[in-house]
């Protein structure tokens, strides 16, 4: 079985900064790719960032120069780091994971259950 982890949405002035966590565990080799994705009420889920195994970063546009992805290897861990956020970047914000499963013997997708980030002017 394979867990992800969220934490560190809340509420926070336009303006302001917020940090998410992610941790994946379970029957998992290092996950190929780690990253955030959100989905606001009406709307369909939007890439946010995404990091591979090598370093390398994707961003959507509308967060570029105020969100920055990193992961921590020997944790499973994924981070977003939000600065200067704006009203809409209110949204749940959901950890997914492309990884190994060791167990199923299959490279599959994991997300986390989101976490609310509510920019407020």
Same mark, same amino acid.
């Given at each position: 079985?394979?867990?992800?982890? &969220? !934490? $560190?949405?809340?509420?926070?002035?336009? $303006?302001? *900064? /917020?940090? /998410? %966590?992610?941790?994946?565990?379970?029957?998992?080799?290092?996950?190929? @790719?780690? $990253?955030?994705?959100?989905?606001?009420?009406? +709307?369909? =889920? &939007? /890439?946010?960032?995404?990091?591979?195994?090598?370093? %390398? @970063?994707?961003?959507?546009? !509308?967060? +570029?120069?105020?969100?920055?992805? %990193? =992961?921590?290897?020997? +944790?499973?861990?994924?981070?977003?780091?939000?600065?200067?956020? #704006?009203? &809409?970047?209110? !949204?749940?914000?959901?950890?997914?994971? /492309?990884?190994?499963?060791?167990?199923? #013997?299959?490279? %599959?997708?994991?997300? $986390?259950?989101?976490?609310?980030?509510?920019? *407020?002017?």
């Amino acid at each position: 079985q394979v867990q992800v982890v &969220e !934490s $560190g949405g809340g509420l926070v002035q336009a $303006g302001g *900064s /917020l940090r /998410l %966590s992610c941790t994946v565990s379970g029957s998992i080799f290092s996950p190929n @790719t780690m $990253g955030w994705y959100r989905q606001a009420p009406g +709307k369909q =889920r &939007e /890439l946010v960032a995404t990091i591979t195994r090598g370093g %390398s @970063t994707n961003y959507a546009d !509308s967060v +570029k120069g105020r969100f920055t992805i %990193s =992961r921590d290897d020997a +944790k499973n861990a994924v981070y977003l780091q939000m600065n200067s956020l #704006k009203l &809409e970047d209110t !949204s749940v914000y959901y950890c997914y994971a /492309l990884a190994f499963n060791f167990r199923l #013997k299959q490279q %599959s997708d994991y997300w $986390g259950q989101g976490t609310q980030v509510t920019v *407020s002017s």
